[in-house]
């Protein structure tokens, strides 16, 4: 059900991933992406399943929820690799059966695909895994300052983010509430043509928006009520640290992206 | 025979995943038609979990439910005909109305249920005038209302599908002493009008001692104790112990025994400790 969702879940311990700085691991992501991105063959790759890999033996989060993680883009990969296996004309084809026809280029472009999307799901997913929604949004205001000569009003996105995050799990939990209400009253969910689906969501639809709004009116009077006035000159209760751990992942991270760029040059 | 039946219900939540948690364990219990049953526990203690399963809004992970002496999964695809026989009003039901006007929405169920135009009619105006709603009120929009009137448009919307069995989770969450009094005189006006079977989750000892006849104690996610109201607060320290309170009253006959004087147990309403301490007056006691 809803509550199955776990991108962008938070799970807390204490591993050497856990306590980094969420800056560094952010920039380390990011570095990350880029990695699988410019690596064209399948030693990079490899450089990136390793790199992966080390990553989540450092944060012990268990195997399972990676899998679990990877569930929701299934959908994706299928449909990325029927494209792929059929699109591919160039190579030797391995199988024909009248216009369709599957080469082995094809194949190899496919699982090439797969593998990448699936590391990049399941780094990406070791990021918010390993870092508090809060934690994150500091690092993202922090990475961002510099923007604030632009005018960029950076705090009050940050502030924006946190609250949005913040709330997905109490809409989430309002939402399955409502849901089990209307039912108790005979709303029907899961059955009948698209036009009763349609009408089934606004008796749960109203009664969140309104919730919402309420919620937002109260979060805003208690913000005022604790003097928030925007982020000028807000000093915050828990300072971003980094230690030798964040230099050193991130001399890894490098040494790692180094390495692709340079399988990829004397390919 | 027993309105409602559980057989070694279970329920556990996220099983399988680090989060596991049992939120009811091991349930037997049989409520007779036409009770007034107050349930009551901690935060947490499994309550309103339980009642969930009563219509089937949570399917057990393991035992049964019956309802009329039918186990209410037998046929999956029966399970609305289940909730329109069960009536559940959920903690803070005022959040749930989302119609144009406070008609529309108690007209919500019956018209679920495939009732007729005029019987739909029927049951809406009947349920408004048993929840204290005038007519004029009928025609706006529900979120005009104060809490208090919204509260009640929602309990009617419940029990304008008229069933057989109506539990409210604490109807009264939030509300000022007169609209808890208006709401509960109501409730048990509709338990005594339509002798259907009530089920009501309270925090308030004092309320569920006064309508209640027979009370569900649950502690950790178990059934602590069912018994009649009288049995169970004469257990009142034991009550104590798992952190529930008990009636003022019960508590200050608990004191005046402590103290010696030989006075009744059984006592959990203010106008059942005035009976019995011009008895005991009566017949020669002293209170000092």
Request: glycine share 6%; hydrophobic share 45%; net charge positive.
């Amino acid at each position: 059900m809803i509550k199955d969702i776990t991108l962008g879940q938070y799970f807390p311990g204490n591993s050497v991933v856990h306590r980094m700085d969420a800056r560094f691991k952010l920039v380390i992501t990011m570095l990350f992406i880029v990695m699988l991105f410019i690596g064209s063959n399948t030693i990079s790759l490899e450089v990136g399943f390793v790199f992966t890999a080390m990553a989540y033996l450092c944060s012990s989060i268990p195997v399972k929820l990676i899998a679990k993680s990877l569930k929701p883009i299934l959908p994706i990969l299928a449909f990325t690799t029927i494209l792929n296996l059929f699109m591919i004309t160039s190579g030797m084809p391995l199988f024909q059966w009248k216009f369709i026809a599957i080469t082995d280029e094809a194949v190899e472009t496919s699982v090439f695909m797969i593998v990448r999307i699936l590391l990049l799901i399941a780094g990406t997913s070791l990021l918010t895994y390993t870092t508090s929604p809060v934690a994150l949004t500091d690092a993202i205001e922090r990475l961002l300052s510099p923007l604030k000569r632009f005018k960029l009003p950076v705090s009050e996105l940050a502030m924006m983010m946190t609250i949005a995050l913040r709330f997905i799990p109490t809409l989430i939990e309002e939402t399955d509430k409502i849901m089990s209400a209307q039912k108790a009253r005979g709303a029907d969910m899961d059955g009948g043509k698209i036009k009763d689906k349609v009408k089934a969501v606004i008796p749960i639809i109203i009664p969140l928006f309104v919730s919402a709004v309420r919620r937002a009116g109260e979060l805003a009077t208690a913000m005022e009520c604790r003097c928030y006035r925007g982020g000028e000159g807000r000093t915050r209760m828990r300072q971003l640290k980094s230690g030798a751990a964040d230099y050193v992942s991130l001399g890894i991270t490098i040494f790692f992206l180094a390495a692709v760029i340079f399988i990829n040059a004397i390919d | 025979m027993a309105i409602l039946k559980t057989e070694n219900l279970n329920y556990v939540y996220s099983q399988g995943t680090p989060f596991e948690k049992t939120a009811v364990r091991n349930v037997n219990l049989e409520i007779e038609k036409g009770e007034f049953v107050g349930i009551i526990g901690h935060t947490g203690s499994g309550k309103s979990t339980l009642i969930q399963h009563f219509n089937g809004l949570l399917r057990p992970s393991s035992g049964k439910i019956y309802l009329d002496g039918k186990d209410i999964w037998a046929d999956k695809s029966q399970i609305r005909q289940v909730r329109f026989r069960v009536g559940l009003v959920f903690q803070y039901p005022e959040y749930q109305i989302f119609e144009e006007t406070v008609y529309r929405d108690i007209a919500f169920g019956p018209k679920n249920m495939g009732l007729s135009e005029q019987e739909t009619d029927r049951r809406v105006r009947a349920t408004a005038q048993r929840v204290g709603i005038p007519e004029s009120m009928l025609e706006k929009s529900p979120f005009e209302l104060s809490g208090g009137e919204k509260r009640r448009v929602a309990i009617a919307g419940v029990m304008a599908m008229e069933p057989e069995v109506l539990i409210l989770d604490e109807p009264t969450a939030g509300l000022d002493p007169k609209g808890r009094e208006l709401i509960l005189n109501q409730i048990k006006e509709y338990h005594k009008t339509m002798g259907c079977t009530v089920l009501l989750v309270s925090h308030s000892m004092e309320d569920v001692a006064r309508y209640a006849s027979r009370l569900l104690v649950m502690n950790r996610a178990e059934v602590f104790c069912f018994d009649s109201t009288a049995e169970v607060f004469k257990r009142s320290a034991e009550i104590e112990k798992i952190g529930l309170s008990v009636p003022q009253i019960t508590r200050v006959f608990n004191i005046l025994r402590e103290k010696g004087i030989d006075i009744a147990d059984d006592v959990y309403t203010v106008k059942y400790a005035k009976e019995k301490i011009l008895e005991y007056l009566k017949s020669g006691g002293k209170l000092q």
